[in-house]
């Protein structure tokens, strides 16, 4: 059984940092990308991240780029996005999704308050 599971959330000032995590269970970790998404109350969806199967590639929304970065463990079948210089409209859940053959699968969110 597919599972993600992130953590790390929680309640931050602005220009504070946080590390998310996602922890990867039921499938071959090591050969697929993984990508951070996050929503806003009353937005889509969208892309924050993405690090290819060996972490050689990562791609960025330019709305992040310099403040975060996405790294992964493939031995403790583990991805990062460490968030810094956070901004209030970094406020969102954060989901970890990966795209097996099968499906398209997704955590259940952490949720991320950037405020003073």
């Known amino acids: 059984q597919v599972q993600l599971v992130e953590s790390g959330g929680g309640l931050v000032q602005p220009g504070g940092s946080l590390r998310l995590s996602c922890a990867a269970s039921?499938?071959?970790?090591?050969?697929?990308?993984l990508n951070w998404y996050r929503q806003a109350p009353g937005k889509e969806r969208e892309l924050v991240a993405a690090?290819?199967?060996?972490?050689?590639?990562?791609n960025y929304a330019d709305s992040v780029k310099g403040r975060f970065t996405i790294s992964r463990d493939n031995a403790k079948r583990t991805a990062y996005l460490q968030m810094n210089s956070l901004k209030p409209e970094d406020t969102a859940i954060y989901y970890c999704n990966t795209n097996l053959p099968n499906n398209n699968y997704w955590g259940q969110g952490t949720q991320v308050t950037v405020s003073s």
């Open positions: 039921g499938f071959t970790f090591s050969n697929y990308v």
């Open positions: 690090i290819t199967s060996r972490g050689g590639v990562t």
